[in-house]
């Protein structure tokens, strides 16, 4: 049993799957199974990265093909770039679950009739303002499943900047469809009572920044460490303005530390803050209930590996 302080801020990387501990026992990563049994067994947020397909669906995928994940990896539809893919590609292909790739609609659903808690973290993939649009576009169409996206995430700033602008105006949007609404109610001509129908209030999905703190690999990665984090504020504002809700901190040793501590604790004031790690980075109650508790971040992301249940870090 884990602390709720701590439970509340576990984001469980392609739901109820762990790469560390190999042991095939868990569901197949970024699978329907996966997200369902993560969230049946109480944890509350999972990760999923999105990719858009040639006709316009969005599906659940890490990688660029699914030649990893295929049962049949030799077959010419599992080495396609998802963005090649239709939906008639996807049903005909079996990953080894025995199950197609999951839609993210159909994993939102599933979110919806689970309840409580359930909800998603959705990645976006930098380069692709194509799957925001049609992000937006879903939401517009399903608006009782927005509330099941907790954050959308991406390393492209530009992306998550037009995001939450477009997210702003699908709120405005929605706010004027459901104007609360004067209704007259008579019991006689001569006593006619007026009360307002108030419409949904719909929580927005909370737009965050990725980072990492080693020098980066790709042109659109931002860097920042613990040892200075003045460049996140100028990151998350538009025309000076804050704009984006938070930032998302890849994982240091020095979060550890005194003087990591108070940095990220000044952050967690402004902004939400999560924290992301590698391979090989500590991944432990420990470290999680730090994170939390001493540092005040939002998020921390886990694969809730067979030991995370350790006391010290």
């Given at each position: 049993t884990y602390p709720d302080i701590v439970v509340l801020t576990f984001c469980v990387f392609t739901g109820?799957?762990?790469?560390?501990?190999?042991?095939?026992?868990?569901?197949?990563e970024n699978s329907l199974s996966a997200f369902e049994t993560a969230w049946s067994a109480g944890i509350h947020l999972c990760e999923c990265d999105i990719s858009l397909t040639?006709?316009?669906k969005l599906v659940l995928a890490h990688d660029e093909d699914f030649s990893r994940l295929a049962l049949d990896p030799s077959k010419s539809s599992s080495k396609k770039k998802v963005s090649d893919l239709t939906m008639k590609d996807l049903i005909s292909m079996s990953l080894k679950s025995g199950s197609r790739p999951?839609?993210?609609l159909d994993v939102l659903r599933s979110a919806e009739a689970i309840g409580g808690s359930a909800r998603l973290v959705i990645e976006i993939k930098p380069g692709n303002p194509e799957t925001c649009t049609v992000l937006i576009r879903m939401f517009r169409q399903h608006p009782e499943l927005i509330e099941r996206c907790a954050i959308i995430m991406s390393f492209d700033a530009y992306a998550m900047h037009k995001m939450k602008s477009e997210l702003n105006e699908l709120s405005c949007t929605l706010t004027?469809?459901?104007?609360?609404?004067t209704i007259q109610?008579?019991?006689s001509p001569d006593d006619v009572q007026s009360f307002e129908c108030?419409?949904?209030q719909i929580k927005m999905p909370d737009i965050l920044l990725l980072t990492v703190a080693q020098k980066p690999e790709f042109h659109y990665e931002l860097t920042v460490g613990?040892?200075?984090l003045t460049p996140v504020h100028s990151w998350l504002q538009h025309e000076g303005k804050p704009s984006l809700d938070g930032v998302y901190l890849q994982f240091e040793q020095e979060m550890l530390q005194p003087d990591g501590m108070v940095a990220l604790r000044e952050l967690s004031k402004q902004y939400k803050v999560g924290v992301w790690a590698h391979f090989g980075d500590p991944d432990n109650i420990a470290?999680?209930?730090?994170?939390?508790?001493?540092?005040?971040?939002?998020f921390v992301n886990t694969d809730l590996q067979r030991n995370f249940y350790i006391k010290t870090y």
């Open positions: 109820y799957h762990c790469p560390r501990d190999n042991s095939g026992k868990r569901p197949l040639k006709d316009e999951p839609l993210l004027a469809e459901h104007q609360p609404a109610r008579s019991d108030e419409g949904p613990v040892a200075d470290t999680a209930s730090h994170l939390v508790r001493e540092c005040g971040v939002s």
